[in-house]
């Protein structure tokens, strides 16, 4: 069963529209999510960026002035050293940003400078291709989804103190890391000692895409409403009303006969549909009229004629009875319209009594047609009546029906002295 079959074209019409946009607004919430996605992204590399770059600067800084204060570096300044003190300000500041901040390298002294698989992936391509200044992945940290960004660093001059040649390295150094357990010696100035690896959960990436999202669609919603509105609004007024109107007139018009015209408001399909009715009902009332003066004459005629005419179908049902048969016959005409005509043949005129089937009519219809037959009707009464019947047929849509002239021929009738 059609679910739509009893709905109005009004809501047909909001529906359809409706689907139409709900599929466009979800394409567009899509390629929303995907752009919130890059921008969040892009703004990720840049603050990583920033940060690395910070980190990084951080340590060149720190390692120059150094150099310039001639600040020897010993055990108790292990803080000191740039790339300590760098590594512990970043774990500051990504306390403050709920990011990860690291320096790794793949030479580590520190077990916690330690890189991981990407880390090391990306430490290598940063070797192979000197002029690789940075990269950036979505991938996994410690199993969890997450923005990776590293930016490499290299070997300054204030470096090679600790990381040149084992023999030259500070004491304390020495101490630490002994050159037969330690692999960050021998370093050379340019050369690719780690990198700065910032990670961001991405977590708190999909809640600024999802509330960036949420606004989205939240405005959206709203214009999507009010176009779904505007556009009921204007199907009201521009299809479906005028239709109803249409409607309206064609049920008037057949319940109560009247033809009235719809005012046309526009020159749209619409309006040319409305201009089309209303041609359509000047031309009805051009036929009606002519058709209302053709059956006044034809009543006329039939009334006024001295003859008693009757119409009937071929199954004998009748469906004109004239004034002059209602004289000759003694029923009125309320009486005998829809009756069988076999109801006025006599009994005693046996050859006329099957008149009344189709078979009867069809099979004798030459015979009956050819002359003028003398009948015995029947009054209602029950009298006998002695008339003349003269029959014809005519054919409306493949519907054969015959009309009888009787004239009446008992004595003392009014044309008894004709015969």
């Excluded at 359809?16 to 599929?23: D, E, F």
């Excluded at 009748?318 to 003694?330: K, P």
């Excluded at 069809?362 to 050819?370: A, S, T």
Aim: glycine share 6%.
């Amino acid at each position: 069963m059609n679910p739509f079959r009893n709905t109005s074209l009004l809501i047909k019409i909001i529906l359809v529209v409706t689907a139409i946009v709900l599929s466009f607004f979800g394409f567009a919430t899509f390629i929303d999510y995907r752009l919130h996605r890059e921008f969040i992204i892009g703004e990720s590399v840049e603050k990583a960026r920033l940060i690395s770059s910070e980190a990084i600067r951080a340590r060149e800084y720190i390692s120059n002035q150094l150099q310039v204060g001639k600040i020897q570096l010993s055990e108790d300044r292990y803080g000191l050293i740039p790339v300590v003190a760098s590594a512990r300000i970043g774990a500051l500041v990504a306390e403050d940003l709920d990011y990860m901040i690291r320096q790794v390298s793949d030479r580590y002294r520190n077990p916690e400078n330690a890189p991981d698989a990407f880390e090391t992936r990306i430490l290598g391509e940063f070797r192979e291709n000197p002029y690789l200044r940075e990269q950036f992945a979505v991938t996994k940290f410690n199993g969890e989804p997450a923005f990776r960004y590293l930016q490499p660093f290299t070997v300054e001059a204030s470096c090679l103190e600790c990381h040149g040649d084992p023999a030259t390295a500070p004491d304390y150094i020495k101490r630490l890391f002994p050159e037969e357990y330690d692999q960050a010696y021998n370093y050379q100035i340019g050369e690719i000692i780690g990198a700065a690896s910032v990670i961001i959960p991405m977590d708190n990436l999909y809640r600024q895409i999802s509330r960036n999202v949420w606004n989205d669609l939240f405005y959206s919603s709203g214009v999507f409403l009010a176009l779904i509105l505007c556009l009921g609004i204007l199907s009201r007024v521009a299809v479906t009303g005028p239709l109803d109107q249409l409607g309206a007139a064609i049920r008037n018009i057949v319940h109560s006969g009247r033809y009235e015209k719809i005012p046309r408001k526009s020159r749209d399909e619409i309006g040319k549909l409305i201009m089309g009715f209303n041609e359509m009902i000047d031309h009805l009332q051009e036929k009606t009229q002519h058709l209302e003066e053709s059956e006044r004459r034809f009543r006329t005629l039939t009334e006024t004629a001295r003859d008693g005419i009757i119409s009937f179908l071929a199954n004998g049902q009748i469906i004109l009875f004239n004034r002059q048969a209602e004289r000759i016959f003694g029923y009125s005409k309320t009486e005998v319209i829809g009756e069988s005509v076999s109801r006025l043949i006599h009994e005693d005129c046996t050859s006329l009594q099957e008149i009344a089937t189709g078979e009867y009519l069809e099979k004798h219809q030459e015979r009956l047609l050819r002359k003028i037959h003398r009948i015995t009707g029947r009054r209602r009464d029950g009298e006998p009546l002695f008339l003349e019947l003269s029959l014809s047929v005519a054919d409306s849509d493949g519907h054969f029906f015959y009309t009888a002239i009787l004239r009446d021929r008992s004595p003392g009738s009014e044309n008894e002295s004709v015969e």
